[in-house]
């Protein structure tokens, strides 16, 4: 029996007791190696299945998950499901999926070469990563990893809706601790793909993570200031990650946005435009539907600091008057949410450099400690670690400060944009430089 086959099984199962159904069944499997110093550190396999449930009578609806997958789990799965519709309320906002679904993009989201993956190799990987750190007396604890990931995601419903995907994702990844006469800082770098040639060689995974680790090595707060900052694009993908929670319908519909009411109106700098793309063959998170058989499409969320689109699921959609946009994500263990697939600035003309250059006295952050953010109110704060920047030049090392402003402020004085973008994982920035923040240090 496939997944398939199971999900129709328990979708029939369900029909016969005079219910409308909608089943969402997941298998997937990883196996991760790593290696430490000098010798092997892990290997992890994990394995996991589960199944969604929600059954329907008129307007009223009830959820329950299992990860058995066996006859007798979907049988008692369903008797579960029963029980619980007897105190089942009024959920007018459901929608259950509708088929048949349509012609889809072609789009490779599946690595053939996976099974010649063996752990063994995989451990291979891992240790050339420890084995591509510079030579340092700095250097206290090295570690590499390598991980291949694969997933068959099944979606029928009573409604004709028929939906199967696979999915392959590899990942490469280095961690380095360094300590200087007592002073330890940490430094990671990793990269998410598709396919397994897609990914950076091992030296450069290595090289990056520790030169993290000694750029804010020995570093001291500064006194509180205010001043220009710019972000690195390892923290620019958590600014990213702010403006898409404020984009949710479900935030909007329930005014929980500080853009709530706000679409189409010039918010933000002209210098800010922000893109889904679920296209991308050589980015982790592509695919041609979402977990609700919602074909996906590339959208300009934010053009020229312009909020355009707001980001969809079916309930969220019906809810706010609007179209699904694909953007419905889920665990097979909760009713599908509003998720991404590939989300980026776009970048802009200026190097790096030549946007440090342009600063006399600033703040280069490179990584964040905790990261407050009320989408409501749009107050942003984080602990910070970076650069100072002065006359143009990284020079002292920082650690121990906060960084605050409101997210509208932030995202209207973007000043600079470079060209830097890559993709890592599913968000992705290039370097961008705010006009000005507050940096709270040592008074």
Not at 58 to 83: H, P
Not at 94 to 123: F, I, N, R, S
Not at 288 to 295: C, K, L, S
Not at 315 to 342: C, D, M, Q, V, W
């Amino acid at each position: 029996m496939t997944l398939k086959d199971q999900a129709l099984k328990l979708l029939k199962w369900t029909e016969k007791k005079k219910f409308q159904a909608e089943v969402y069944m997941v298998w997937s499997e990883s196996v991760r190696a790593s290696w430490k110093n000098d010798d092997i550190d892990r290997v992890d396999f994990r394995r996991s299945q589960g199944v969604g449930l929600l059954i329907q009578q008129g307007t009223r609806t009830a959820f329950v998950d299992s990860n058995d997958l066996s006859d007798a789990g979907l049988q008692e799965l369903l008797e579960r499901a029963i029980a619980l519709f007897r105190f089942a309320e009024e959920d007018p906002g459901y929608v259950m999926p509708e088929g048949p679904l349509p012609a889809l993009t072609p789009m490779k989201l599946v690595d053939l070469t996976y099974k010649q993956l063996t752990p063994e190799a995989l451990v291979d990987h891992a240790k050339s990563v420890v084995q591509a750190y510079p030579r340092s007396s700095l250097i206290g604890l090295k570690k590499g990893s390598a991980q291949k990931s694969r997933a068959h995601v099944v979606l029928v419903t009573s409604k004709g809706m028929e939906m199967e995907r696979w999915s392959t994702s590899f990942s490469l990844g280095a961690e380095v601790r360094l300590d200087q006469k007592g002073e330890k800082m940490e430094g990671y770098a990793g990269w998410s793909r598709r396919f397994w040639d897609q990914l950076p060689p091992a030296d450069r995974v290595a090289q990056e993570a520790f030169q993290r680790a000694k750029d804010v090595l020995g570093g001291k707060p500064i006194p509180t200031d205010e001043m220009p900052v710019v972000f690195a694009p390892v923290v620019g993908t958590r600014l990213l990650w702010a403006i898409f929670q404020a984009l949710q319908g479900e935030n909007l519909n329930k005014n929980r946005s500080f853009i709530a009411g706000r679409l189409g109106k010039p918010l933000f700098s002209p210098l800010l435009t922000v893109i889904e793309d679920p296209a991308m063959e050589d980015a982790p998170g592509s695919t041609p539907v979402d977990d609700e058989g919602v074909p996906t499409q590339r959208k300009v969320l934010v053009d020229q600091g312009v909020p355009k689109l707001p980001v969809d699921n079916l309930r969220s959609a019906k809810e706010g008057g609007r179209e699904p946009t694909g953007n419905g994500f889920r665990s097979y263990r909760y009713r599908p949410g509003i998720g991404l697939t590939n989300l980026y600035m776009q970048p802009g003309e200026d190097t790096p450099e030549e946007i440090i250059a342009s600063i006399d006295r600033g703040f280069y952050v490179m990584g964040t400690l905790g990261f407050g953010l009320d989408v409501v109110s749009g107050n942003f704060s984080t602990g910070a670690y970076g650069r100072l920047i002065s006359n143009g030049a990284l020079s002292d090392p920082v650690q121990g400060v906060t960084i605050s402003l409101g997210l509208e402020e932030l995202y209207a004085t973007i000043d600079r944009v470079a060209n830097d973008l890559e993709f890592r994982g599913s968000l992705a920035t290039p370097t961008f430089m705010v006009r000005q923040m507050k940096i709270a240090g040592k008074d």
